[in-house]
């Protein structure tokens, strides 16, 4: 039996965590569970799973949570109780599914008790990726990744030895706009570019997808999850979402992992490793099947260029994108920029960051929140 915390539960790759917990409970239980404000939400979850602990970040979600909950629940709140779920002693596996950089703490936390990780959260590694592989070398601790690219990639060097892999080819479905250039997008609404082809996530991932932010970041995480260089990974566009990543080795052979659109398998592969173990998914049907592979639109999609920069010039940097994107995205869900506006913003901030070197993770969440005060002053600024 293993004991999973899952942080970030109410959300989608929570709510997901928790199905493929709930098809398999002869293996798993659940310790802890931590979210926001989705109270009702979180507590059916408590109902159902009957965690010892629950962390509510939010404090007015927490008074509620600790009014209505029953049983002998413990209820934490803040940033303070996140980390203190991710930690706890009798926590196993502890999936990382807060959204933004606000899960960077609560992974930290975790892998500083020696506890594996299953890392759905690559701000963490995007913002402070050298700290964390530090505290995972330093306890002990594994890193097994949920995002659908980096468990492809994860389950593609299995047996091999990494200083034989030649390149990385990260696989990206494109998101609504591919093919369409930068004045095609002008104008382009909230509801149009919520819509991803083929997978279903977030609101947040879902911009990011359609601006080619989130593969930017993923290149970025690829880069600090593998230890290889930048010009070993290169993206692909590949919109039909099959192959969801693969490996090259120096000796020419191409590994790829395959599989249906559905966040619960690498999810279901994360909380079982290093064992395989039977599910009852859907089934990848290859026959009446293409494959297509194009490049990217740097030119279009300017913030996938910019993630480039930013892991070779490393530092504060990739921290530096990362931030100015998550308040740009939070403007334009909230209708105060247009669409067009988040790649302007994110490259205006970026060009005027300097370069930090961040030794500590509590210097990692200071550099974050001075430089979404900056991106809020200069949307201030210059568009309201």
């Given amino acids: 039996m293993k004991n999973i915390a899952v942080l970030g539960s109410t959300g989608s790759v929570g709510r997901q965590t928790l199905e493929v917990i709930d098809e398999n409970k002869e293996h798993f239980r659940v310790t802890a569970l931590a979210a926001n404000k989705q109270t009702d939400l979180l507590l059916e979850q408590i109902e159902t799973f009957n965690p010892e602990m629950v962390a509510v970040y939010d404090k007015e979600s927490a ?91 994860f389950q593609c060097l299995y047996g091999n030895d990494k200083k034989d892999v030649y390149k990385i080819w990260l696989t990206a479905s494109g998101g609504p706009f591919f093919g369409k250039t930068r004045e095609q997008m002008r104008g382009i609404t909230k509801e149009q570019a919520l819509k991803r ?9 879902s911009i990011d997808s359609a601006t080619l932010m989130n593969k930017g970041l993923e290149v970025i995480e690829a880069v600090m999850l593998f230890g290889v260089a930048p010009d070993q990974v290169e993206v692909v566009v590949h919109s039909q979402s099959i192959v969801h990543s693969m490996v090259e080795y120096t000796d020419g052979s191409v590994m790829a992992q395959l599989g249906v659109a559905d966040m619960r398998l690498p999810i279901h592969v994360a909380l079982f490793y290093p064992k395989r173990q039977p599910s009852n998914l859907e089934r990848l049907r290859l026959f009446d099947r293409s494959l297509t592979f194009h490049r990217p639109d740097m030119q279009a999609f300017v913030l996938l260029g910019l993630a480039y920069d930013a892991i070779e010039k490393g530092g504060s940097y990739p ?66």
């Avoid at 899960?103 to 990780?117: F, M």
């Avoid at 100015?324 to 060009?351: G, H, P, Q, R, T």
């Fill in 197 to 205: 082809p083929n997978w279903t996530m977030g609101q947040k991932i």
């Fill in 319 to 384: 921290l530096a994108l990362n931030a100015a994107n998550e308040v740009a995205v939070e403007m334009f869900l909230k209708d105060k920029i247009e669409f067009l506006d988040i790649a302007d913003i994110v490259s205006a901030v970026y060009e005027s960051t300097a370069a930090k070197t961040c030794a500590t993770v509590k210097e990692v969440m200071e550099l974050d929140r001075e430089i979404k005060e900056m991106t809020k002053a200069y949307i201030c600024a210059q568009y309201q």
């Fill in 63 to 153: 008074k509620t949570v600790r009014t209505r909950v029953k049983g002998a629940v413990r209820v934490v709140c803040g940033m303070e109780g996140l980390c203190e779920a991710a930690a706890y002693e009798k926590n196993d596996l502890v999936v990382c599914a807060v959204a933004g950089s606000l899960g960077v703490l609560p992974a930290y936390s975790a892998l500083s008790q020696g506890k594996d990780i299953a890392l759905a959260n690559k701000e963490a590694m995007v913002a402070a990726g050298h700290i964390i592989n530090a505290e995972a070398k330093r306890q002990g601790a594994r890193i097994i990744p949920v995002d659908s690219e980096h468990s492809a990639i």
